[in-house]
């Protein structure tokens, strides 16, 4: 096979038992890879109803087509399972080098089902797969396991669980060497409840490019569109934290859990701060951007601690949502919850909740344990860190999710619970900016989330139309339009008044299905590939790279089939129409502060739109359900399950 190295490997843990399998070629066209082929395999091999945490669920990692290859930022990897937090389609995607290292080892797609009897890790020794105990790395941290696997193995690459994991936290990450994770839905609960420590994996294979020559030319077109990209350099120098500014000079920062959308000393959060702690730039596997930055704290109660940090999810969830303006005490909550292998916007926003709720009287120190809980406080946070990783005292119940987390508690402590679908949402004010982005939030299939729906055209400075849901201020030039890669049909839609306003049900479909492609390629999202690479530039490095010959329109069908189905999926784990609103809050509290001060939401326009995207995808315009003759154009077989 070109592109593909051709093989599934399943290891049925509860039978101590590894099986491998010709990667069919159908599968390839149909899924691409990544997303795509885990998602076939959960349609074809996960009941819906089961226990996330119990043996019935499977975990499966894919990296993406373009993974092995020198195809720009084409290093991303996917993991999906059913999700212990939200108990619905669960998915998460991770860069580095893990995701290349299981493809050199001659795999396409790992699937990891059963439970092991005693605490194991798997070795993918150039193809040779193994389960062997591990033991002796019980209750180590991610970076312990890391250091100890590669002790014994030398340059592995090491997914790992951490106490949190073991513990079976429901937002337990699953750690990618020491910097980076597959960080939502709770997959390193999913690995613990199985008893896998890490997975570690080195090899050799190469990869066979169909026509050397078309992709040379395909991979020259990608790298120059990227590098061209206006704020290609911007974003090599400062990263995402290019967002901090900008978040801070609109008000929308999800200060003390959406209390206030902004926070006295933020500046010293600033990008312009970076340079005090910056080192160098650090890059994925293939990736000209190098959007990620080694740090290190010059001075104060944290010097000397290194790490790859100052991305600003990092910096907004343990900063602004709890308070804290320093970049050194988020430093040290990012290095403690990566040991621990939490996830970083749900640990977030569960301590935010838990703090409000101290704050409110709702919580007391009889429930915590006689700890203050009080913004910017970052012991408290480290603290609580520890006890959700250990399942100790409130840590317990915080170890739920904000979700669950409120209903244990109660006593109203459900209104300060900021999660969709059972999901911990993200840092941004969705009544300060409103937009593709925190539409998105509801349309996700993984829950409230900001990964998997963005507008490649966002420019968020710009203030959006009064009184206006249905439109966001697009702001970029025509020029920049007319030369998107985007399907024409598709363009007519999603741009209004000339490219005045994005329309943001059109435009989320769009995106979803966009992103859902680089999740399948194995592309990143950062804004230099999503404003410049569609799918004519993919289906050109797809067809050099495979010999498979796709057409871009046959591109985004696949997006369209992936999230179909997954759809499907979760309307059979239980989901409802009624998962498709965001906390009471954003509707019924103003913003109190900043540029934006006075917005909120409207539940009814917002619910009208959500039946509209449901209708634009093809779906049942009130449940959602995806429509059978939609099925039948997406050529979606039905499984025994779906
Ligand atoms: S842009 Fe950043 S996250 Fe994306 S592949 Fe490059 S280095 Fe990795």
């Not at 890490?198 to 077109?221: F, L, Q």
Request: glycine share 10%; aromatic share 10%.
């Amino acid at each position: 096979m070109y592109g593909y190295v051709g093989g599934i490997v399943k290891i049925d843990l509860s039978r101590n038992e590894v099986r491998s399998y010709d990667l069919p070629l159908e599968w390839c066209r149909s899924y691409i890879g990544g997303l795509g082929f885990n998602t076939k395999i959960l349609w074809d091999q996960l009941p819906p109803n089961i226990d996330p945490l119990s043996p019935e669920n499977i975990v499966v990692f894919s990296p993406g087509a373009f993974v092995g290859t020198s195809i720009p930022t084409a290093s991303r990897c996917e993991a999906s399972a059913k999700s212990p937090i939200t108990g619905r389609f669960g998915t998460s995607n991770s860069g580095l080098f893990w995701g290349f290292m299981l493809k050199a080892s001659g795999i396409d797609i790992l699937i990891i089902s059963g439970k092991a009897e005693k605490l194991s890790y798997i070795s993918i020794i150039n193809g040779e797969v193994n389960i062997r105990s591990a033991e002796h790395l019980k209750g180590f941290d991610c970076w312990s396991t890391a250091d100890s696997l590669r002790r014994d193995y030398g340059d592995v690459e090491v997914a790992s669980i951490g106490p949190a994991g073991e513990n079976m936290v429901r937002y337990a990450s699953i750690e990618n060497n020491y910097y980076d994770a597959w960080g939502r839905c709770g997959l390193g609960a999913v690995l613990g409840s199985k008893n896998v420590k890490a997975i570690a994996v080195v090899g050799d294979k190469p990869i066979s490019i169909a026509n050397v020559r078309e992709y040379e030319e395909a991979c020259s077109e990608a790298y120059s569109r990227i590098t061209s990209y206006p704020l290609f350099n911007l974003w090599r120098t400062y990263g995402t934290l290019v967002a901090s500014d900008a978040y801070s000079s609109q008000g929308i920062l999800p200060a003390k859990n959406f209390q206030y959308g902004t926070i006295d000393g933020w500046e010293r959060c600033l990008r312009e701060n970076l340079h005090k702690y910056k080192k160098k730039g650090i890059s994925c596997i293939s990736c000209p951007i190098a959007c990620a930055h080694w740090v290190e704290v010059p001075e104060g109660g944290y010097k000397g601690l290194k790490l790859k940090d100052l991305e600003v999810t990092w910096v907004l969830e343990f900063g602004a949502k709890l308070g804290l303006t320093d970049f050194d005490k988020i430093m040290k909550c990012t290095e403690v919850a990566s040991k621990l292998g939490l996830d970083c916007c749900s640990s977030a926003s569960v301590i935010a909740w838990a703090f409000e709720c101290f704050e409110r009287g709702i919580l007391s120190m009889d429930d915590t344990g006689g700890l203050r809980l009080k913004w910017g406080d970052e012991e408290a946070v480290l603290k609580l860190l520890e006890d959700t990783a250990y399942r100790r005292g409130i840590g317990n119940i915080l170890a739920e999710g904000v979700k669950r987390a409120s209903q244990i508690v109660g006593r109203g402590s459900e209104k300060y619970a900021f999660h969709i679908k059972g999901l911990e949402i993200p840092f941004r004010d969705p009544r300060g900016r409103w937009g593709v982005w925190c539409f998105g939030y509801l349309t996700n299939i993984r829950g409230g989330d900001h990964l998997r729906v963005r507008a490649p055209v966002e420019l968020f400075k710009l203030p959006q139309p009064k009184d206006e849901y249905w439109l966001e201020a697009c702001g970029v030039r025509r020029e920049v339009i007319d030369q998107l890669d985007m399907i024409e049909e598709f363009k007519s839609r999603a741009f209004i008044n000339d490219g005045e306003y994005i329309n943001i049900p059109v435009m989320t479909v769009w995106s979803e299905n966009l992103i859902s492609i680089y999740n399948s390629a194995g592309i990143c999202i950062r804004p230099p590939v999503l404003g410049t690479m569609g799918p004519t530039i993919i289906s050109k490095l797809y067809k050099a790279t495979t010999g498979i010959n796709i057409s871009p329109e046959e591109v985004m069908k696949v997006a369209d089939r992936i999230i179909s189905m997954q759809k499907e999926m979760n309307i059979a784990m239980g989901e409802t129409r009624d998962e498709y609103r965001y906390p009471d809050r954003f509707y019924d509290e103003a913003l109190p502060d900043g540029p934006n001060k006075g917005k909120k939401l409207d539940r009814e326009v917002i619910d009208r739109m959500v039946s509209e995207y449901f209708k634009l995808r093809g779906w049942d315009p009130e449940t959602g359900k995806p429509r059978e003759e939609k099925l039948k154009e997406l050529k979606i077989e039905h499984s025994k399950f779906y």
